[in-house]
């Protein structure tokens, strides 16, 4: 064999190396460093996944087409990595869910009193209004969510002692219909937050006890609680995947983070691990991507002063 052929043959086998190495590392690392969507959201974000500065928080749609966003002026859309509000500029709105037909967005203002929940089309246009029998602040913003029928929302209820002193979360249950607010949870050594609806009987929220963060599944037929994160975990809810399935985010000691999705047998699969300190704000419907930012986790004493730095891609559970 010829020197030249002898060189080239060895060429080709380092290329098949490196071709087998690529596709190893992309099938077994829990991130790409691109983002490939696969169809959920696909025309939400920039490059690689980018977002808009400013964003405090980011939202999947029922059916993982849209990411809502709100930043300081209020709750809108992203197209292409910037958003679109939604809210007028007047509006005093800090915290969004999407409705069920993932065209619409309930909308709540804060920090004052609130009156009333408002749900918008994607256009601005008023779709309804729930005026609330018994209102209440809803601070900054600490998570809402509807049920699959948009019927009923879950809201974090900030409650306040005298100036200067400890702010409060706790989870009230609104019938949307007629506006009737009643109190799911009222502990004082614990604020729960980041509410998701797994169906219309059944939640997921994060309870919070000085620096200990569970995630919780509460019956609201029942009224019962269970703990679904481990004792030992720093754990927040951040989607519901395949039907019904709860995911959460921890946080290990080391700060490394984690996303996990419950299983209908109990068990729990890691679909993503992402670098130290991030912060998981919302997993799209099919486990497929991740909306991150990079700044330390949210205060409790102010507004979410975070930037993303884009979506990233998980390994989608079956």
Do not use: C
């Not at 928080?57 to 930043?71: K, Q, T, Y």
């Not at 609330?132 to 948009?150: H, I, K, M, Q, T």
């Not at 002193?165 to 019938?175: A, M, P, T």
């Not at 700060?255 to 068990?267: E, I, P, Y």
Request: hydrophobic share 45%; no cysteine.
């Amino acid at each position: 064999m010829s020197r030249a052929r002898s060189r080239l043959v060895i060429g080709l086998l380092l290329a098949v190396i490196a071709v087998a190495v690529g596709v190893y590392v992309t099938s077994t690392t829990d991130t790409s460093p691109r983002i490939a969507i696969g169809g959920e959201a696909a025309d939400a974000f920039g490059p690689d996944g980018a977002i808009d500065a400013g964003v405090h928080r980011g939202i999947f749609s029922p059916d993982g087409s849209l990411v809502a966003a709100i930043n300081a002026n209020g709750v809108g859309v992203l197209r292409h990595g910037h958003v679109q509000l939604v809210t007028p500029a007047e509006s005093a709105a800090v915290d969004a869910a999407w409705m069920p037909d993932s065209r619409s967005l309930l909308i709540a203002e804060g920090p004052a009193t609130m009156q009333q929940l408002t749900v918008l089309t994607l256009d601005g246009a008023v779709k309804g209004v729930a005026r609330l029998d018994e209102p209440f602040a809803v601070g900054f913003g600490f998570g809402l969510a509807v049920d699959r029928r948009g019927a009923r929302a879950v809201a974090v209820r900030e409650a306040r002692d005298p100036i200067g002193g400890h702010r409060r979360h706790d989870l009230v249950l609104i019938e949307l219909t007629s506006g009737h607010v009643s109190v799911l949870t009222d502990t004082e050594d614990a604020d729960e937050e980041m509410p998701v609806f797994l169906d219309d009987d059944r939640l997921v929220y994060a309870s919070a006890t000085g620096t200990d963060v569970a995630v919780m599944e509460r019956t609201l037929s029942s009224g019962q609680t269970r703990q679904i994160s481990r004792a030992s975990e720093v754990a927040e809810p951040v989607g519901v995947v395949l039907g019904v399935q709860p995911v959460y985010a921890t946080t290990a000691d080391d700060g490394v983070v984690a996303v996990w999705v419950v299983l209908q047998s109990g068990r729990r699969a890691r679909i993503g691990k992402l670098a130290k300190w991030t912060n998981v704000w919302s997993v799209s419907p099919r486990g497929t991507a991740a909306i991150v930012s990079s700044a330390p986790p949210h205060t409790r004493n102010g507004p979410y002063a975070t930037r993303f730095v884009r979506a990233v891609t998980l390994t989608a559970p079956t």
